[in-house]
């Protein structure tokens, strides 16, 4: 199963607070994207082992660095490039990287990133300006298969992180949720590996997920009968013993 990390992008705008509403929300697979981070302090050393975690190729540039970037970097876990933002090109940075995060306090250089960003379609995660920043990096959360993140888009981070842990403990009380999971992917995978017909699918999605029976045993944490259970539902609809009169979008 690949990594993947969640951003929030936006195509190339001018930056302004009138684009804000223009990002939207997506999980992008991250593993082997080169991932540039200026600046080597608290905020750069937090960015950097985000996109570590997810098995990004992150290079960090900055005069100092944070002795957790040292270890990173003696654990081969990331690369350190010793330059001031003065001295760097960015040309060659946008060129060559994915995602080129700006983790240092000065604004000065933000606009000449962005514009050789552009150039090169590399995209910019500024983390000194929650308004031109092109990537937002969200607080995250999640359960066994269900993931979630949450972001104000810059004007508070402890109010992002708090609506974060208020669906964190929420999802952690509703083990019926991950039981629903589960039963609903084994009835994605058994209809595709049965070649039951797209259209046929469509249907089949929402009409499963009402049904009583099952939504009884996924609530009693009975996800093996559910699963049995699916496999009839299905057989029904495909042999034509029952008819598909609901429709519903399912991906």
């Known amino acids: 199963m690949g990594t993947a990390v969640s951003w929030w992008g936006k195509y190339f705008k001018p930056h302004n607070s009138l684009y804000n509403s223009m990002r939207i929300p997506l999980y992008i697979e991250f593993s082997g994207k080169k991932v540039a981070v200026i600046g080597g302090g608290g905020v750069g050393t937090l960015r950097a082992k985000k996109f570590v975690e997810v098995g990004a190729d992150v290079t960090v540039f900055s005069k100092e660095f944070s002795d957790e970037l040292r270890m990173m970097f003696e654990r081969g876990e990331v690369k350190l490039v010793e ?23 000065s604004k000065e250089f933000n606009d000449k990133i962005i514009e050789v960003a552009s150039k090169y379609r590399a995209m910019v995660n500024l983390a000194n300006d929650a308004v031109k920043t092109e990537v937002v990096v969200p607080f995250e959360g999640g359960k066994e298969g269900i993931r979630f993140a949450v972001t104000t888009e810059g004007k508070s981070g402890v109010v992002a992180r708090k609506v974060r842990d208020l669906f964190q403990e929420a999802l952690e009380g509703r083990e019926d949720l991950i039981t629903f999971l589960e039963a609903m992917d084994y009835l994605k995978s058994y209809m595709k590996s049965n070649n039951v017909p797209v259209e046929l699918r469509m249907r089949l999605y929402p009409i499963v997920s009402k049904d009583e029976t099952f939504l009884e045993l996924v609530n009693a944490g ?30």
Do not use: H
């Not at 933002?85 to 240092?104: G, H, K, P, T, Y």
């Not at 093996?224 to 399912?250: F, H, M, T």
């Open 222 to 251: 009975r996800v093996e009968e559910a699963k049995k259970l699916v496999e009839r539902i299905v057989q029904d609809y495909v042999s034509g013993r029952r008819k598909a009169e609901e429709e519903g979008i399912q991906f």
């Open 83 to 105: 330059a001031s933002a003065e001295e760097l090109d960015f040309e060659s940075i946008a060129r060559n990287f994915d995602l080129i995060v700006v983790a240092i306090g």
